[in-house]
């Protein structure tokens, strides 16, 4: 796949790294001198000096060529007109143009996507606040996402010093967990690898676990921290993901409370929430924090955009006793640190952003990619064919497969019956499968299923 992205900032220099990673070619059109030269030098990729809206740039791109064209300026209009004048070189040619503007979005009066000719409108902010909402539906560290129409559970669990999984050998702990279950993927000290039956994990590592939605909450004490309910939540800092996480609270019925330091911004706000309580001031003021803390306030989101400022906030929260903290960080390599030190969850824009493309962008075999981790791996739903090219993908047991190094099948779902994957498990063709997978196995992967 050849992709073109129109600017080089975080997220698109960081979306870059990802598709260069995987082995797709790349081009990137920068406006800033500066940052193109920066770019140029730290990745394998063509680098053009210039403006996405510009003929002249997109046409040295190479845009006559390109599969997809990704603009992520911090403007919102200059990725629409990018993805607009891209499309007319007349071509099939895929568009995703980020906006910040939730107007963009959701504005009843505005123009969709297909209506610019555009095939994808992103809103990180709207992406950071729906994960916000789903890690907010428990007390504790870790995650929970539902794939393959909430029929199978990933389960992303941090492993302290109390945790089951760090004491035996995975083969050893494997009749005491719920079943069906598998340990799918660890993020250890370097990167994301695939467990043996062998392996005892280690704390601070993160493991992502497979299994049925039934068992989550008997997985929930094996990370070592159970998890609960949280029903108030103080919001620090309301841009945009903070109302839109606030607007997403207050449709569940909950009443967040939000400390804003802008006064007219959280004069906007106040006007346009109907639940909540906005109070004006610093997040980062201890005695104002101590007060919403002493009213119950479960869970602490920190919105502020100074990523150390927003961790050096989170862990005064928790140290005042907040019972589970959030904090937005587009830095994942604070994670463990953040993490042994009680921050629950870090939340990256830019991680958000390139997760929603990425699920965009795929082809072929594969319906869906999320990302583990700051890209350490991704798990992805892909279906065999009903003729692959493979016939021992469908012929022997899995545990006879010489599928790509750094991939694993976790879970099979045939005709609706879903089946964590095990050594003796044969697929057959059109079965839907989750693979997890390493960034240099992912291109393998594709090519194996096709």
Known sequence: MYTIIVG????????????????????????????????????????????????????????????????????????LMACMTAVKFGRDLRTVARVRQIEYLRGEASLTAKEMGISLLVGPEH?????????????????????????????????SADSPFVHDTLGELGPDLPQPSLVAGVIGPDGLYIPSAQDVL?????????????????????????????????????????????????????????IEIDPERAEWVARHLTRSLVLCGSGTDPQLLREQLEEMAHAVVVLLEDDEQAVLVGLFAKSLGARKVIVRSDKLEYAPVAHRLGIDALISPRRALADAILRFVRRGPVSSAHMLGDHDGEIIEM???????????????????????????????????????????????GDDILVVARPSAIRAVERFLD
Do not use: M
Request: a negative charge; proline letters at 4%.
């Open 8 to 79: 080089a900032g975080e997220v698109g220099a960081y979306l870059a790294r990802i598709l260069v990673e995987e082995g797709h070619d790349v081009a990137v059109i920068e406006s800033d001198d500066k940052v193109a030269h920066e770019i140029d030098a730290a990745l394998d990729a063509l680098v053009v000096h210039g403006s996405g809206v510009s003929h002249h740039a997109l046409q040295r791109a190479g845009v006559a060529r390109a599969d997809l064209v990704l603009a992520v300026t911090a403007v919102d209009e200059v990725n």
């Open 127 to 159: 992406a950071v606040a729906t994960r916000v909402v789903s890690l907010l539906s428990y007390e504790g560290s870790g995650e929970i996402r539902y794939l393959a129409d909430r029929r199978i559970a990933l389960l992303e669990l941090p492993l």
């Open 202 to 258: 280690g704390v601070d590592e993160r493991a992502y676990v497979l299994t049925k939605p039934a068992n989550v909450g008997e997985f929930t004490i094996l990370s070592g921290k159970p998890w609960f309910y949280v029903r108030h939540v103080l919001i620090i800092g309301c841009g945009n993901i903070g109302f839109d996480l606030a607007q997403e609270l207050e449709s569940q019925g909950r009443f967040p409370t939000i």
């Open 383 to 429: 279906k065999v064919p009903e003729a692959p090219q493979n016939r021992e993908l469908i012929e022997k047991p899995l545990k006879q497969v010489q599928l790509p190094e750094g991939a694993l099948i976790g879970a099979i779902i045939h005709e609706d019956e879903v089946t964590i994957a095990s050594g003796d498990t044969v697929l057959s063709p």
